[in-house]
């Protein structure tokens, strides 16, 4: 299996659950990102690890809870969502260069979330 | 501040026709652009990169994109357009880290048979 893998393709959940989002990249990138895509907004960067460490965090409320236990998988923890939550959930994955070359981006196919 | 963009919302084109898929930019320094696509149901994919070099840089699926300097523009193009091309396209713009992108808020394309 090749490229970025995201686990479950579609997920409702009540505002009081917890759910968690899987992210799997089979490229050998050393860099990975959520982004929360919602209608008529711009894509949203939430998080960003690099070497497995965190280092963005864009403002995201806390309900929202990244982890990222190795290179290859990322995970979003998530608990007490809001209705206006319901998004598409985006993993994407890159390659950082420390010189400085900048590479694309990879995206899964997404998650689509309803918070009902 | 890094930022792109996209001013038109929707792009109907016929098919066999070209199309142009419109981006302007404001960036510090040298800028490196990107175009991405996003089919339904889909996550996004990358088209192509300028990072140096030409002005005219060539991509996937038969697209192109022009750098033009002195318009701060990267409009994307192809020389006709197919019905499979109906997608929604992002110009997109490395942040303050390399490692961090901005994202345009996207131009619906449709190609009509």
């Known amino acids: 299996e090749t490229g970025v893998t995201q686990t479950p393709r579609h997920l409702v959940m009540g505002m009081t659950n917890k759910k968690s989002l899987k992210c799997e990249q089979h490229?050998?990138?050393?860099?990975m990102y959520w982004y929360k895509q919602s209608a008529k907004k711009p894509l949203e960067l939430m998080f960003v690890?690099?070497?497995?460490?965190?280092?963005e965090n864009n403002s995201v409320p806390s309900r929202f809870s990244p982890e990222c236990p190795n290179s290859s998988h990322l995970f979003l923890h998530l608990h007490t969502l809001q209705p206006e939550d319901s998004a598409l959930y985006l993993c994407?994955?890159?390659?950082?260069?420390?010189?400085?070359?900048?590479?694309?981006?990879?995206f899964g196919n997404g998650t689509r979330l309803t918070v009902t | 501040a890094q930022s792109v963009a996209q001013p038109e919302d929707q792009v109907n084109v016929a098919e066999g026709n070209p199309l142009t898929v419109k981006c302007t930019y404001s960036v510090s320094g040298n800028p490196y652009l990107f175009w991405y696509v996003q089919y339904p149901n889909r996550g996004l994919q990358f088209l192509l990169k300028?990072?140096?070099?030409?002005?005219l840089v060539k991509g996937s699926y038969g697209f192109e994109a022009e750098f033009n300097k002195s318009q701060t523009s990267f409009h994307l193009k192809k020389p006709s357009a197919l019905v499979s091309d109906s997608a929604l396209y992002f110009c997109?713009?490395?942040?303050?880290?390399?490692?961090?992108?901005?994202f345009g808020t996207g131009t619906r394309l449709k190609v009509l048979a």
């Open positions: 690890y690099n070497f497995k460490e965190q280092t």
């Open positions: 490229l050998g990138h050393n860099a």
């Open positions: 997109a713009v490395p942040g303050p880290g390399t490692y961090k992108y901005i």
């Open positions: 300028y990072i140096t070099g030409d002005n």
């Open positions: 994407a994955s890159s390659q950082f260069d420390l010189q400085g070359d900048t590479e694309p981006l990879h």
